[in-house]
């Protein structure tokens, strides 16, 4: 992504805090796995919507106004020891044109270099809680400033969630985060495929995983967006459901859920077929139902339509389908006030999609939903599940159907990012079937 885009960033947000404030944003650390073996390091995604930068022990801090520059930027300094073994390292003295902050300090000034810059500012803007560690050393930082107020030292005196303005901005996603998206989006669709044309009754579920995951690498995505969920029969009824380890069988149902995360942006789609790639009578009814509820929320997806509108829909065609089928009984209104339908629709419909796949964002302003608006992405994910007990019929028992596409807000009414993935009963039946 062109550094302009996170200068154009940082200063919007600046813009925003005003005068007198500064932020303090922290990168992710380092996460052991076990011993002396690493996570495989990813960005916290605030901090990279900032800066772009992707090393740990790193801070950015901003000062709007700041005379000698609003953007100052603490980062590892390079060592040729340290990189023959992790890999090369931006370092402080190339930060500056790399990643067009006003200056750059190595990381280990940071405790020394700090304070001065908290002096005299009103409030701080930081997000609390994620990095325990870093929250104790800065509010130490803090505390002394403030110990030292009979010097006629100013130090912040109101702490801010940064997530308050941040947040927000990052709700609407750019013309160059929709390429990323797009992108994201591709790569996904085409992963789900091949899982669909490699399936066979007799397979494992972590087989399609690794289909996925073979797809994703290939597209230049390197990681899932999150942990790929590969349920058939009645595993696809546990929501997040990771094992992945059962076998699949024939007159089964499996439902996947993966996303690949490309250049940190997210990804997120559901498809439910058949093992065997053919529908039964009892499973294309209960598909039908959810593929028209998700079809009935995307068209619900309009610039000025409340976020839950989606929802609402689609939870009131899926009340109606099982109605039909003998799933549930009573006035359709009734069931939807008492929310009887919950037994078998237990989620929501929609979440913001960005650099996480659950992506920030308030859904609501007060107690009224938030209205969409051009730039914004959401999931269109309804979903019905039929526990696997004795007293629902047979055809349906056990039965987990979700269908997940990714949806841009446009101004005219919106994109389906991920449009390229089949996902009606016949165009299911004709990919995996070797003619689609």
């Given at each position: 992504m062109n550094m302009s885009e996170f200068v154009k960033r940082r200063a919007k947000l600046m813009e925003h805090m005003g005068q007198g404030s500064i932020a303090v944003v922290p990168a992710a650390r380092v996460v052991i796995r076990s011993k002396d073996t690493e996570y495989p390091f990813r960005q916290n995604s605030d901090f990279y919507y900032l800066t772009g930068f992707v090393e740990a022990n790193a801070v950015l801090v901003?000062?709007?106004?700041?005379?000698?520059?609003?953007?100052?930027?603490?980062?590892?300094?390079?060592?040729?020891?340290?990189?023959?073994?992790?890999?090369?390292?931006?370092?402080?003295?190339?930060?500056?044109?790399?990643?067009?902050?006003?200056?750059?300090?190595?990381?280990?000034?940071?405790?020394?270099?700090?304070?001065?810059?908290?002096?005299?500012?009103?409030?701080?803007?930081?997000?609390?809680?994620?990095?325990?560690?870093?929250?104790?050393?800065?509010?130490?930082?803090?505390?002394?400033?403030?110990?030292?107020?009979?010097?006629?030292?100013?130090?912040?005196?109101?702490?801010?969630?940064?997530?308050?303005?941040?947040?927000?901005?990052?709700?609407?996603?750019?013309?160059?985060?929709?390429?990323?998206?797009?992108?994201?989006?591709?790569?996904?669709?085409?992963?789900?495929?091949?899982?669909?044309?490699?399936?066979?009754?007799?397979?494992?579920?972590?087989?399609?995983?690794?289909?996925?995951?073979?797809?994703?690498?290939?597209?230049?995505?390197?990681?899932?967006?999150?942990?790929?969920i590969v349920g058939s029969g009645a595993n696809a009824c546990v929501m997040h459901y990771t094992g992945n380890a059962d076998v699949m069988n024939t007159g089964d149902l499996v439902l996947i859920d993966a996303g690949c995360e490309y250049e940190h942006y997210a990804s997120d789609v559901t498809r439910t077929f058949p093992v065997s790639g053919r529908f039964t009578d009892a499973q294309k009814q209960l598909y039908n139902i959810v593929l028209a509820a998700q079809l009935a929320a995307i068209d619900a997806v309009h610039p000025g339509n409340a976020f839950d509108l989606p929802h609402t829909r689609a939870i009131r065609v899926m009340a109606e389908g099982l109605v039909e089928l003998g799933l549930l009984v009573g006035d359709v209104d009734h069931l939807i006030e008492s929310e009887q339908y919950k037994t078998f629709c237990v989620h929501k419909t929609s979440h913001w999609m960005g650099l996480d796949v659950h992506d920030v964002g308030d859904y609501r302003v007060g107690e009224v939903w938030r209205e969409l608006e051009p730039g914004m992405v959401l999931t269109i994910e309804p979903g019905l599940y039929v526990p696997d007990s004795a007293e629902y019929d047979l055809p349906w028992r056990g039965m987990g159907i979700r269908i997940e596409d990714d949806v841009l807000v446009t101004r005219q009414g919106h994109e389906v990012l991920t449009h390229q993935v089949v996902k009606t009963v016949e165009d299911i039946e004709l990919l995996m079937s070797g003619q689609g």
């Amino acid at each position: 992504m062109n550094m302009s885009e996170f200068v154009k960033r940082r200063a919007k947000l600046m813009e925003h805090m005003g005068q007198g404030s500064i932020a303090v944003v922290p990168a992710a650390r380092v996460v052991i796995r076990s011993k002396d073996t690493e996570y495989p390091f990813r960005q916290n995604s605030d901090f990279y919507y900032l800066t772009g930068f992707v090393e740990a022990n790193a801070v950015l801090v901003l000062v709007p106004g700041r005379e000698k520059g609003e953007s100052i930027l603490f980062c590892e300094e390079r060592l040729l020891e340290v990189e023959q073994w992790t890999g090369e390292r931006m370092g402080p003295d190339r930060g500056v044109q790399m990643l067009g902050v006003d200056d750059a300090f190595p990381y280990s000034d940071l405790t020394d270099i700090l304070p001065g810059l908290l002096e005299g500012q009103a409030r701080i803007h930081v997000t609390l809680g994620e990095q325990p560690t870093f929250d104790k050393e800065l509010l130490a930082l803090i505390s002394e400033l403030q110990s030292r107020s009979v010097q006629g030292i100013v130090a912040p005196g109101e702490i801010v969630a940064l997530s308050h303005l941040l947040h927000d901005l990052r709700l609407y996603k750019s013309s160059h985060e929709l390429q990323l998206m797009r992108k994201a989006a591709s790569i996904t669709c085409r992963a789900h495929e091949r899982a669909m044309l490699f399936c066979q009754a007799g397979f494992n579920e972590s087989d399609l995983e690794a289909e996925l995951l073979h797809e994703f690498m290939r597209g230049g995505a390197r990681f899932p967006a999150y942990p790929c969920i590969v349920g058939s029969g009645a595993n696809a009824c546990v929501m997040h459901y990771t094992g992945n380890a059962d076998v699949m069988n024939t007159g089964d149902l499996v439902l996947i859920d993966a996303g690949c995360e490309y250049e940190h942006y997210a990804s997120d789609v559901t498809r439910t077929f058949p093992v065997s790639g053919r529908f039964t009578d009892a499973q294309k009814q209960l598909y039908n139902i959810v593929l028209a509820a998700q079809l009935a929320a995307i068209d619900a997806v309009h610039p000025g339509n409340a976020f839950d509108l989606p929802h609402t829909r689609a939870i009131r065609v899926m009340a109606e389908g099982l109605v039909e089928l003998g799933l549930l009984v009573g006035d359709v209104d009734h069931l939807i006030e008492s929310e009887q339908y919950k037994t078998f629709c237990v989620h929501k419909t929609s979440h913001w999609m960005g650099l996480d796949v659950h992506d920030v964002g308030d859904y609501r302003v007060g107690e009224v939903w938030r209205e969409l608006e051009p730039g914004m992405v959401l999931t269109i994910e309804p979903g019905l599940y039929v526990p696997d007990s004795a007293e629902y019929d047979l055809p349906w028992r056990g039965m987990g159907i979700r269908i997940e596409d990714d949806v841009l807000v446009t101004r005219q009414g919106h994109e389906v990012l991920t449009h390229q993935v089949v996902k009606t009963v016949e165009d299911i039946e004709l990919l995996m079937s070797g003619q689609g």
